[in-house]
Structure formats: structure tokens, C-alpha cells
């Protein structure tokens, strides 16, 4: 779907026909789950926050203005929306990343979307410090490289949702990337 079909189903919304709804939330659920559930760790309360942040767009949905891509409307109360929720509950950055469900334990895999074959294979164990790094990561580093690194956001998009200028987004990226870097390398894997 292009920028141009987001437009006509908001409109759609907007003129009553609130199943046009389902369409927005089919298309972005799995990109808000993925970036809530990188910031809490937690799966059901992913799940909930993910719901949250769709009930807050479409109350909120008149007041998108058409000025900016939809999609960085939605980042915009995404972010906005975790932050807020950080705020709240303390526990929200110190529960792992991974789910238990009864007796199994699932990791979240992190795909290397690069065609590199000899970066292709990471253990489990290095895959296990790469997580406990990100979410020990301070905030602000942490939700910048998830926009970027696993989001996969252009510097522009990512200006825009944080509402800081473009080489304070290059700068951030860079610094987390060197901070994650430094405490892996710390931790043998770098």
C-alpha cells in the first residue's frame, strides 16, 4: 500500500465507514508490536499497548493534518505513547526479552536482512548478550536504533516522529551505535 491508499482509508474513516479501520491496523500491527514489544520485553503487555496506540489513532485521526506521511503520523504516537508509559510503570525497560509461555521460552529473532553469508550464522548465546545490551541501552539510544535498525526508518521519518532535527538524529544514531558497540565488545562478542 503507498501513502496515497493510507490517505483514502483515512478519509474513508473519517467520512463514517469505521471498518476502513481494520486495514490500517492490519497493515501496521506487526511494525507497532515489534517496536512496543522492543521497548517493554513483555508480550502481553505488548499486546496491550499495541491495542492502546491503535485506539489512540483512531480517536486522534482527525486531527492528521495530510502534511507528512501517514505512516510517521502513526511512528509519532507510537513513540510518544511508549514514552509516556515508561513514565508510569519503571518496570517497563527491566523486563527481558523473552517470552514464557507455560514451560517454553521463546527468544525474539533479530534477522539479518543483509545478504552477507559469513554474518548469516549468530549463535544463541551471542544473541542473547546482543538483547540484554539493546535493553540495557539508555532510553533514548535504545528507541532511536530501533527506529532505525530494526525499524528500518530513514533518518527523515525518524527526525520527524522524535521531533528533533536531522543531525541530532545522525548523532544519536551514531553515539548508540558506538555505545552498543563498546559494551559488546565488552562482553566479547565485538
Known amino acids: 500500500m ?3 491508499n493510507d490517505i483514502e482509508i483515512v478519509n474513508r474513516v473519517l467520512e463514517g465507514d469505521r471498518d476502513a479501520f481494520a486495514e490500517i ?3 501496521y500491527q506487526n511494525m507497532v508490536f515489534r ?11 505488548a499486546m496491550d499497548i499495541t491495542q492502546d496506540i491503535f485506539i489512540t489513532v483512531l480517536e486522534a485521526l ?9 505512516s510517521t503520523w502513526l511512528y509519532s504516537i507510537m513513540v510518544n505513547h511508549c514514552k509516556n508509559y515508561k513514565k508510569k510503570n519503571s ?3 527491566m523486563v527481558p526479552l523473552k517470552i514464557t509461555r507455560g514451560e517454553d521460552e521463546v527468544d525474539i529473532q533479530l534477522h539479518d536482512t543483509r545478504e552477507n553469508p559469513e554474518a548469516k550464522i549468530i549463535t544463541e548465546d551471542s544473541l542473547k548478550i ?8 539508555p532510553d533514548d ?11 528500518g526508518l530513514s533518518y527523515n521519518e525518524i527526525s520527524d516522529i522524535l521531533g528533533i532535527n536531522l543531525s541530532n538524529v545522525k548523532v544519536r544514531i551514531h553515539r548508540g551505535r558506538e555505545y552498543l558497540k563498546n559494551r559488546l565488545h565488552a562482553r566479547g562478542l565485538v
Open 130 to 137: 546482543i538483547k540484554e545490551e539493546i535493553e540495557k541501552l
Open 62 to 70: 482527525d486531527s492528521f493534518r495530510q502534511e507528512s506521511k501517514f
Open 35 to 45: 517496536y512496543v514489544y522492543y521497548q517493554c520485553g513483555n508480550y502481553d503487555e
Open 25 to 27: 491496523i492490519k497493515k
Open 141 to 151: 539510544f535504545r528507541e532511536i536504533l530501533t527506529l532505525r535498525d530494526i525499524e
Open 91 to 93: 518496570r517497563f525497560s
Open 2 to 4: 503507498s501513502t496515497i
